[in-house]
């Protein structure tokens, strides 16, 4: 069928070229997968992918710049300026043994066949840009008009080739607002202890996509309802059922919050956030059950810094960089001090202020709050001091540093942190202005300790 779809331009002129190349060397080459539904959706396409008859090896020769990227399962990366274009080769079903390589893999000149063997009706639509022709042999179509993900054949053997494809079933159903089908459902279901044979960097790849997509909360209910989420986020899962004080968190329990902070978040920033920012916001109660204890009333005392040092494990598994690991666990070590900020001293909160990527604190803080009771009045706070303050007076330049105070005679020791701690916090007050005040503040009230 003919269709007018409309492609990023930029994306499109280098894909388009290279389907015209493969064409006039007698090959076929069409646009496939996400690109095309995203097309047909409206949506603006991050990539574009192409499937072809022309082996690896005619790619490779049709083109002055390639890389092999996945040459054993037909994948050639075609490089056109500044985009690279992941170009594959038809190929038929085989066998997969671990759950996800093909035992083999098998070429075929048939488009249909090669759509046959991939993943989701949605994600099986071909598109000739040089015809305007359409080719649906899924009836992917139809399913995109009926709003559902479904898998192409039997749901049981496609979850059986590749585990993650259990993931990516409830990234597309959450992030397009979509319906998944019962049949793929209930394979998920039955077959969700699969996922932990799929490594943490994968895992870690489709979390984020979900996390950082558009509903992001429904994404996280729908991995805990099909059973996955216990299986390679455990600590996440048994936040069901914790309930938390509802004068502070009229919404439900530590699962629920979860989730309504995750969409908050994506709501607060109109979906433009870190992966170290998502990750923190869904791990930032990550501490709540094992310290859940009942007094005068449920209380989590120490819940973030048991919740850091959690976050820092998961992260470890899931095979976050250590940069990364430092980002996220920070994030939630610190979020609990947003209560105090209308008692801290000026120089507690110009130091609290100026932490390592302070705005997601921000972020992370406005979305925990929307989320619960609603009151915005620290984060308010907050904003008015910065505005009060500025830039640089938030993190001025230190009046001293470790040389100065061997210039004026002190042996490098212990007493360094402290005297340079004093200064900075006097200095932050607004009680010392200038190096030569610091120095005169440092030989009255250090005398001892110089050499």
Do not use: W
Request: aromatic share 8%; with cysteine; charged share 30%.
């Amino acid at each position: 069928m003919k269709r007018e779809l409309d492609f990023e331009k930029k994306n499109f002129a280098g894909a388009l070229e290279i389907v015209k190349t493969l064409g006039e060397k007698g090959h076929e080459a069409f646009f496939v997968g996400g690109c095309v539904r995203d097309a047909l959706l409206g949506v603006a396409c991050e990539e574009i992918d192409i499937a072809t008859s022309a082996t690896p090896q005619e790619v490779q020769q049709a083109f002055a710049k390639t890389v092999a990227v996945g040459e054993s399962f037909g994948v050639v990366l075609v490089i056109r300026g500044d985009l690279k274009f992941e170009v594959a080769t038809f190929r038929r079903e085989s066998r997969y043994g671990d759950g996800r390589h093909p035992e083999s893999v098998d070429y075929t000149k048939s488009p249909e066949e090669d759509v046959r063997r991939r993943d989701f009706t949605i994600n099986g639509m071909l598109y000739d840009p040089l015809s305007g022709e359409l080719y649906d042999y899924v009836e992917g179509l139809e399913d995109l008009e009926r709003r559902l993900v479904r898998t192409i054949g039997d749901p049981e053997k496609r979850f059986g080739e590749d585990r993650l494809r259990m993931m990516r079933a409830v990234r597309f159903t959450s992030c397009l607002g979509f319906e998944l089908d019962g049949a793929a459902l209930s394979a998920i279901r039955d077959g969700a202890s699969g996922i932990s044979v799929v490594s943490g960097e994968r895992i870690r790849e489709e979390l984020v996509k979900i996390l950082t997509r558009q509903n992001p909360g429904d994404g996280l209910r729908l991995l805990s309802s099909c059973g996955l989420l216990e299986h390679f986020l455990p600590e996440v899962e048994c936040m069901h059922g914790v309930q938390q004080p509802p004068q502070f968190h009229p919404e439900g329990d530590v699962f629920d919050h979860t989730c309504l902070v995750m969409d908050k978040l994506y709501a607060n920033t109109d979906g433009s956030y870190s992966e170290e920012l998502a990750v923190a916001a869904l791990l930032h109660d990550v501490g709540k059950p094992p310290t859940y204890s009942e007094s005068d009333r449920i209380r989590f005392n120490g819940h973030d810094r048991v919740g850091a040092k959690m976050s820092e494990d998961i992260c470890r598994r899931l095979r976050f960089s250590k940069k990364q690991i430092r980002r996220i666990s920070e994030l939630i070590l610190e979020h609990l001090k947003f209560k105090d900020v209308f008692n801290m001293r000026e120089s507690t909160l110009k130091k609290f202020l100026s932490l390592p990527y302070f705005e997601e604190h921000m972020e992370m803080h406005l979305a925990d709050c929307m989320a619960s009771h609603g009151k915005t009045d620290a984060y308010d706070f907050i904003r008015e001091k910065m505005k009060e303050y500025g830039r640089e007076e938030i993190k001025p330049t230190p009046l001293l540093a470790g040389q100065d105070l061997i210039d004026l005679g002190y042996s490098p020791g212990p007493v360094f942190s402290e005297i340079l701690g004093q200064v900075e916090e006097l200095q932050l007050e607004n009680r010392l202005s200038s190096k030569e005040e610091a120095v005169e503040f440092v030989l009255k009230n250090y005398p001892a300790s110089r050499s």
